[in-house]
């Protein structure tokens, strides 16, 4: 079983930065697959980045160039760092866990966290 708390969510402006914090527990955080989805009101639950256990990144075209994923496999804590954050960028924020590789498919991850809501004012 693996518990993940996000932390780290916020008003901020357009063009400004947060960074997202999921602290998950559980001695094999290094195998697991991590990700960020995000959910806007009224929207589907949607991928954003996904980090592997052996170092591989995927994002989202929408975030691509504009965030950042990293792990820090000794805190068991993923971090994703928001650049240029735009109005439409607006959601809850998700972190999830899967015992695989990665994927875009929210329906694949086993763990999720409470959610972090992020907004972008304009």
């Known amino acids: 079983q693996v518990q993940l708390v996000e932390s780290g969510g916020g008003l901020v402006q357009a063009g400004g930065s947060l960074r997202l914090s999921c602290a998950a527990s559980?001695?094999?955080?290094?195998?697991?697959?991590m990700a960020w989805f995000r959910q806007a009101p009224g929207k589907e639950r949607d991928f954003v980045v996904y980090?592997?256990?052996?170092?591989?990144?995927h994002y989202a075209d929408s975030v691509a160039g504009r965030f950042t994923v990293s792990r820090d496999n000794t805190k068991n804590t993923v971090f994703l760092q928001m650049n240029s954050l735009k109005p439409e960028d607006t959601a809850i924020y998700y972190c999830?866990?899967?015992?695989?590789?990665?994927?875009?498919?929210?329906?694949?991850?086993?763990?999720w966290g409470q959610g972090t809501q992020v907004t972008v004012s304009s």
């Open positions: 559980g001695r094999t955080f290094s195998t697991y697959t």
């Open positions: 980090s592997t256990w052996s170092g591989g990144t």
């Open positions: 999830t866990a899967r015992f695989r590789g990665g994927s875009v498919s929210n329906t694949e991850y086993n763990y």
